[in-house]
């Protein structure tokens, strides 16, 4: 009778690692859902910030013509200003298009986005690249 206990007792503390094992493996995997959900939410966030970036660049070319003109330089301005990490950069082109970057650095990750509003064209339509 009593080796018969020492059994049961054997196949209980079987059973509680197994359950534990299979809680355990879900714990991870739910942890692991949430950490790329997160990276995810960041990543759409900073391509957000780069692609309104890059059309405060195109608003900035429409309402100072005489900074931002044909076949020079781009002008940059960072937003907040003097903030290294995000800015725009507007030039026009030998075409008349005008071209406008936006950058967001943060940390390791760089992201662009590129709009160009062509001659003639209404700055709300643009042709987005850089995608």
């Known amino acids: 009778m ?12 079987i059973t509680t690692l197994c359950v534990s094992t ?10 692991t859902f949430l950490e790329r959900d997160y990276r995810f939410a960041a990543t ?3 391509n957000q910030e780069a ?13 100072r013509p005489d ?4 076949n020079e330089e781009p002008v940059q301005r960072s937003l907040p200003a003097n903030n290294p990490n995000r800015y725009f950069r507007v030039r ?16 390791l990750v760089y992201i662009q986005k590129v709009l160009i509003v062509r001659p003639g064209e209404s700055p709300r339509r643009f042709v987005e690249t850089g995608l």
């Open 22 to 31: 299979v809680l355990l493996v879900l714990g991870v995997a739910f942890l």
């Open 2 to 13: 009593t080796s018969q206990f020492k059994r049961v007792r054997g196949m209980a503390l």
């Open 92 to 107: 026009v082109l030998g075409d008349g298009s005008v071209e406008s970057i936006g950058v967001v650095h943060s940390g």
């Open 51 to 63: 692609f309104y970036l890059a059309l405060s660049g195109i608003e900035y070319a429409k309402s």
């Open 44 to 46: 759409q966030s900073r």
């Open 67 to 70: 900074l931002v003109r044909q």
